[in-house]
């Protein structure tokens, strides 16, 4: 089970949340928390990376409150939990489930964007797939093309598995899944560079996919390095697939 290094457990996240002052609740038949912030946005359904923990998942909460953008958030199902990446995948379904009841009972809008990070990504594609009449668009963030490929470029496998399926199959699930993605990629993702990226991005269904390129020091740091402009990139992408217009900016005249 090679994969397991890739399956998410963050952990209790409350205590961050708290730590912060934001609001929160557990989710009901589902192993997460629910931040609701304003009803203009879909609830963005987060599965963190491999690497993260509560306080930067409490970060990226904090930062899409701000934009008045509510998310649920999965506390994942460690290795010791599951057993293959088909039941860590059955557990992050059964919490989008959970997600979308949770976001009807809020009076929230109906369809919900699966976010996730890295190995999250590919939770959060394989439940846009899976729950594709639920699902307005997709954002994946330092996503990955075979799941053997990326674990041997970050050091976790040492050769390929002969005759292994992929256990993710990303590009496959890319090729079936509708509704627009956007890709959030670091410049300098030595483990997936974007021109490896490509050959997922090319598989998107929909001509209002976007693939952003992030100046930033690697897959970890995306965040951190946009800035601002991160929350404002998922922002506009979900404005566009809401029909609204873009916001405007001031000239620098204007401004003057």
Avoid at 25 to 44: A, F, K, N, V, W
Avoid at 132 to 146: G, I
Avoid at 231 to 254: A, C, N, Q, V, Y
Wanted: aromatic share 8%; glycine share 12%; hydrophobic share 40%.
């Amino acid at each position: 089970m090679k994969e397991s290094c890739l399956f998410t457990c963050i952990g209790d996240i409350g205590q961050e949340l708290d730590r912060a002052s934001i609001s929160w609740q557990p989710i009901e038949g589902g192993d997460g928390i629910l931040c609701l912030s304003g009803r203009d946005y879909p609830l963005l359904v987060y599965f963190p990376g491999e690497w993260e923990g509560p306080e930067a998942v409490a970060g990226l909460v904090a930062q899409m409150a701000g934009a008045g953008i509510g998310m649920a958030v999965w506390k994942g199902c460690g290795p010791g939990q599951c057993r293959g990446a088909e039941e860590w995948l059955q557990a992050a379904r059964r919490f989008f489930s959970a997600a979308a009841r949770a976001a009807e009972k809020a009076g929230l809008p109906e369809k919900l964007v699966p976010m996730g990070l890295s190995g999250g990504a590919a939770a959060a594609l394989d439940c846009g797939l899976a729950f594709q009449d639920k699902v307005l668009c997709l954002v994946l963030e330092s996503a990955f093309v075979d799941t053997w490929d990326y674990l041997e470029a970050a050091g976790e496998l040492n050769g390929r598995p002969e005759g292994a399926a992929d256990p993710f199959a990303n590009r496959e699930k890319m090729r079936r899944f509708k509704p627009a993605v956007l890709f959030l990629q670091s410049q300098m993702d030595k483990e997936v560079p974007p021109s490896a990226l490509e050959w997922l991005v090319c598989e998107s269904r929909s001509k209002a996919s976007q693939f952003q390129i992030v100046p930033s020091g690697g897959r970890r740091d995306i965040r951190e390095s946009a800035g601002p402009l991160y929350t404002d990139m998922i922002r506009r992408f979900l404005d566009l697939r809401l029909g609204r217009r873009p916001r405007r900016h001031r000239s620098w005249r204007e401004r003057g």
